[in-house]
């Protein structure tokens, strides 16, 4: 690659194979003060008398020496017979541009990444090089549907535009909940010819925390037919509501028209009977894609997990895949995953205590191995009835007769008992619950009431 020189323009005399570089135009430097040594070839150009010109790479051979090697001339591109008048410059032509390919990534940032709502900094960096040496300038732009975001049309996620230092990209959330959402950022490397980039979905959540203002909202949802419920799952987009029970141990379906509202509500008259592996049923809950499902009581001290043809849909019976024995079987009252399936929190009432799962397949409790994690909820409650994280694994909530407990997860764990603690906060609940659900977008909790059938909503 030719070397590139910036403002260089100064007198030129000699022949090709024998150039001589003369004194700098005025507000010019000559390829010596700009940084040319012996045997750098760098890329001129050359202007004479009535519009003759010379295009071509120059090696320099001293400090105002050089040979030329002619590309283009107005003189059928052979070398010019220089005036007293020629001066040369330094350039750049088509020719370093012909096969010059677009910056690679050495690292790239996370695929995946949350905005603080606090006003704190998210970094993402990546590191590009230019195969051809032509230095490398980072950008960005966004886009979210047919939306296309630039600093002067912000996504509503951020809170200013990004700033970009070298490939590290600082990004501040917005701390309106009404902004939470998804886009897409593009951290683009140029080298002024050709770009690439890599693309990390950001997301702006604000999870759902106990604040002491929230209340028990007026709409609720009575489970019909299923007596004595022990918990209560929500699929990811509100339009299907299961209960189980261990008054006739099974687990019904229903559906909600319009999604996440409990006034909406009918009986889809479809359940699971659990009797084959469990008569005492006290947990249900479904993976991600509502092929799988689970189910754990007490009768087996088990968790039984089954799959499904068709997702969330109890009339394409599920099918025994697997049952894994608890580490310390004592009761399982409760269960959880994390949001992708790789952890399984498991709530045994027998002795008061939550303990972790590791899945080496999400979802697949054949690959659960215990984490050597528990944490002990008696401090707070004993026969504690459900289990529940917040979506980024901040806050881990436990129930037990009409109150619900909040817990911190460290900051670097989330997800994690490990160094888990009482927040000393709490919320009263309708009844005698059961169950625990957080609506996707963080706004409302639900709980189920075993005295009156009943799903109740706070928020």
Same mark, same amino acid.
Request: some cysteine; hydrophobic content about 35%.
């Given at each position: 690659?030719?070397?590139?020189?910036?403002?260089?323009?100064?007198?030129?005399?000699?022949?090709?194979?024998?150039?001589?570089?003369?004194?700098?135009?005025?507000?010019?430097?000559?390829?010596?003060?700009?940084?040319?040594?012996?045997?750098?070839?760098?890329?001129?150009?050359?202007?004479?008398?009535?519009?003759?010109?010379?295009?071509?790479?120059?090696?320099?051979?001293?400090?105002?020496?050089?040979?030329?090697?002619?590309?283009?001339?107005?003189?059928?591109?052979?070398?010019?017979?220089?005036?007293?008048?020629?001066?040369?410059?330094?350039?750049?032509?088509?020719?370093?541009?012909?096969?010059?390919?677009?910056?690679?990534?050495?690292?790239?940032?996370?695929?995946?990444?949350?905005?603080?709502?606090?006003?704190?900094?998210?970094?993402?960096?990546?590191?590009?090089?230019?195969?051809?040496?032509?230095?490398?300038?980072?950008?960005?732009?966004?886009?979210?549907?047919?939306?296309?975001?630039?600093?002067?049309?912000?996504?509503?996620?951020?809170?200013?535009?990004?700033?970009?230092?070298?490939?590290?990209?600082?990004?501040?959330?917005?701390?309106?909940?009404?902004?939470?959402?998804?886009?897409?950022?593009?951290?683009?490397?140029?080298?002024?010819?050709?770009?690439?980039?890599?693309?990390?979905?950001?997301?702006?959540?604000?999870?759902?925390?106990?604040?002491?203002?929230?209340?028990?909202?007026?709409?609720?949802?009575?489970?019909?037919?299923?007596?004595?419920?022990?918990?209560?799952?929500?699929?990811?987009?509100?339009?299907?509501? %299961?209960?189980? +029970?261990?008054?006739? =141990?099974?687990?019904?379906?229903? &559906? @909600? $028209?319009?999604? #996440? /509202? *409990? !006034?909406?509500?009918?009986?889809?008259?479809?359940?699971?009977?659990?009797?084959?592996?469990?008569?005492?049923?006290?947990?249900?809950?479904?993976?991600?894609?509502?092929?799988?499902? %689970?189910?754990? +009581?007490?009768?087996? =001290?088990?968790?039984?997990?089954? &799959? @499904? $043809?068709?997702? #969330? /849909? *109890? !009339?394409?019976?599920?099918?025994?895949?697997?049952?894994?024995?608890?580490?310390?079987?004592?009761?399982?009252?409760?269960?959880?995953?994390?949001?992708?399936?790789?952890?399984?929190?498991?709530?045994?009432?027998?002795?008061?205590?939550?303990?972790?799962?590791?899945?080496?397949?999400?979802?697949?409790?054949? !690959?659960?191995?215990?984490?050597?994690?528990?944490?002990?909820?008696?401090?707070?409650?004993?026969?504690?009835?459900?289990?529940?994280?917040?979506?980024?694994?901040?806050?881990?909530?436990?129930?037990?007769?009409?109150?619900?407990?909040?817990?911190?997860?460290?900051?670097?764990?989330?997800?994690?008992?490990?160094?888990?603690?009482?927040?000393?906060?709490?919320?009263?609940?309708?009844?005698?619950?059961?169950?625990?659900?957080?609506?996707?977008?963080?706004?409302?909790?639900?709980?189920?009431?075993?005295?009156?059938?009943?799903?109740?909503?706070?928020?």
């Amino acid at each position: 690659m030719v070397k590139l020189l910036d403002r260089v323009k100064q007198a030129v005399s000699g022949t090709a194979s024998s150039t001589n570089l003369g004194a700098a135009a005025e507000g010019f430097r000559t390829f010596n003060t700009a940084g040319a040594a012996t045997n750098d070839v760098c890329r001129y150009a050359i202007e004479d008398d009535n519009g003759a010109f010379e295009i071509g790479t120059i090696k320099i051979t001293g400090s105002a020496t050089g040979t030329r090697t002619v590309e283009l001339s107005s003189n059928s591109n052979n070398a010019l017979t220089l005036t007293g008048n020629a001066v040369i410059f330094a350039t750049l032509s088509a020719a370093d541009f012909a096969g010059n390919t677009a910056p690679i990534w050495l690292t790239t940032p996370a695929t995946d990444a949350y905005l603080s709502t606090d006003g704190s900094a998210v970094t993402l960096t990546g590191q590009a090089i230019d195969d051809s040496g032509y230095p490398v300038v980072y950008s960005w732009d966004g886009y979210s549907g047919t939306s296309i975001y630039s600093e002067s049309s912000l996504p509503p996620q951020l809170a200013s535009a990004p700033t970009i230092t070298g490939g590290t990209a600082s990004l501040i959330g917005s701390s309106s909940s009404s902004n939470a959402g998804s886009f897409n950022f593009r951290l683009i490397a140029s080298d002024g010819i050709n770009s690439a980039a890599t693309t990390t979905l950001l997301t702006l959540e604000f999870p759902f925390v106990i604040t002491g203002s929230q209340s028990q909202l007026t709409d609720s949802l009575r489970m019909v037919g299923q007596g004595n419920p022990r918990d209560l799952y929500i699929n990811p987009n509100g339009t299907k509501v %299961f209960a189980i +029970g261990d008054n006739n =141990d099974r687990l019904l379906q229903f &559906s @909600l $028209s319009t999604p #996440f /509202d *409990l !006034t909406t509500g009918t009986d889809d008259n479809v359940y699971f009977d659990s009797t084959t592996k469990e008569t005492g049923p006290r947990a249900a809950k479904f993976s991600n894609d509502g092929l799988t499902l %689970f189910i754990a +009581g007490h009768s087996s =001290d088990k968790v039984h997990q089954y &799959s @499904l $043809s068709s997702a #969330f /849909d *109890l !009339t394409s019976t599920p099918t025994f895949v697997y049952s894994l024995t608890p580490t310390a079987s004592n009761n399982p009252e409760g269960m959880c995953f994390n949001k992708d399936g790789s952890r399984f929190f498991l709530l045994q009432a027998g002795n008061d205590t939550v303990y972790q799962y590791n899945l080496s397949t999400p979802f697949d409790l054949s !690959t659960a191995v215990y984490s050597n994690l528990s944490f002990y909820t008696g401090s707070q409650t004993t026969n504690p009835t459900a289990i529940v994280f917040n979506n980024n694994g901040s806050k881990m909530f436990v129930s037990t007769t009409n109150r619900v407990y909040q817990y911190s997860t460290l900051v670097a764990s989330p997800w994690s008992l490990s160094g888990l603690s009482y927040d000393s906060v709490s919320l009263v609940v309708q009844g005698y619950n059961v169950g625990l659900v957080i609506k996707p977008d963080q706004s409302i909790l639900y709980t189920m009431d075993l005295i009156s059938d009943r799903v109740y909503q706070y928020g």
